[in-house]
Nanobody, 111 residues
Framework: QVRLVESGGGLVQPGGSLRLSCAASGIIVSPGSMSWYRQDPGKQRELIASITRGGNSNYADSAKGRFTISRDKAKNTVYLQMNSLNHEDTAVYYC?????WGQGTQVTVSS
């Protein structure tokens, strides 16, 4: 059974950093695109960053210069390094490996 398991969320002060991980298990073939989304209550889920099998990455404007997406093909794991976090980054973060979604991990930026 294919599943995605996320980890790394938590509470961080403004200006701090977090690293999210999403491990895809039960997959035989290395996934194509792997992505991170986030969602605030009452808002639509938005794409934050994505990375292809070849390593090409794309970012939302809100993430450029602060977040870095990477992947470990051998481990079928995608990471999101988040730096210079601010209150607007507070959300539930989800990884996506089509057609699957992770369970979500809460990121709270607060002093």
């Amino acid at each position: 059974q294919v599943r995605l398991v996320e980890s790394g969320g938590g509470l961080v002060q403004p200006g701090g950093s977090l690293r999210l991980s999403c491990a895809a298990s039960g997959i035989i073939v290395s996934p194509g695109s792997m992505s991170w989304y986030r969602q605030d209550p009452g808002k639509q889920r938005e794409l934050i960053a994505s990375i292809t099998r070849g390593g090409n990455s794309n970012y939302a404007d809100s993430a450029k210069g602060r977040f870095t997406i990477s992947r470990d093909k051998a481990k079928n794991t995608v990471y999101l390094q988040m730096n210079s976090l601010n209150h607007e980054d507070t959300a539930v973060y989800y990884c996506k490996v089509p057609p699957l979604w992770g369970q979500g991990t809460q990121v709270t930026v607060s002093s």
